[in-house]
């Protein structure tokens, strides 16, 4: 059984500068709309439907704006946590999750990925299990090379390992997603890269034209 952490606790600046440059009303990037839905409540139903047993939401910035769209979501596995404090680094925000989670393997999913389908999450989930060792494996939407990886440069979420391997490195590095993961790979750490089904799941809505791309698209296809 599968565990998920979604995380959903950032600032929102850069999708702030750019309704400002454009002299927009400013919204949360979460609170967009994505073909009749929040982009957050998209990112959710995508990793229920991966099939994972329960989902820890970790919230940290305008956490009662999110949380009042994250109660329309009636689904018994979602369950919700606040960092303690705001200006953490997304290792802290992992963490936080990872303390919460009831089952050994997790599924870590930002919430601005709408796109990553809920197949590729199951083949996230089903790589972690493809060699002998997985409690000391990562495995990971590949940004290139795909299998078994060397490095790595570029990678971030989505991701699945043992919450042990986890709960290890994020103890002891206040940082962000991809120096952890770089020293996750130099300690011997396996790293199995799963291919994205197209371009799309690559794209993280943290800028308008992001999402002014991902809404160009149907996200059913």
Known sequence: MVSAIITAAGKNRRMREDFKGRGMEIKHKLLLDLHGMPVILQTIKNTLNAGVEDCIIVLGHFSDEITAVIDEFDDERVKVTKNPENNVELSESLLNG???IK????????????TVSAETLK???KGVFK????QNTISILARGKIGYLGSA???GMPFVCHKTLLKKYLASHNDNLNPILRKMVNDGVIFYGVPARSDL?????NRYD?????LKNDLGK
């Open 98 to 100: 990872v303390k919460r």
């Open 103 to 114: 089952f050994d393997y997790c599924l870590c999913v930002a919430a601005d990925q709408p």
């Open 123 to 125: 083949n996230l989930i």
């Open 131 to 134: 060699g002998e060792k997985p």
């Open 153 to 155: 440069e570029g990678l």
């Open 201 to 205: 799941e690559l794209i993280n809505i």
């Open 210 to 214: 992001d999402y002014l791309k991902v």
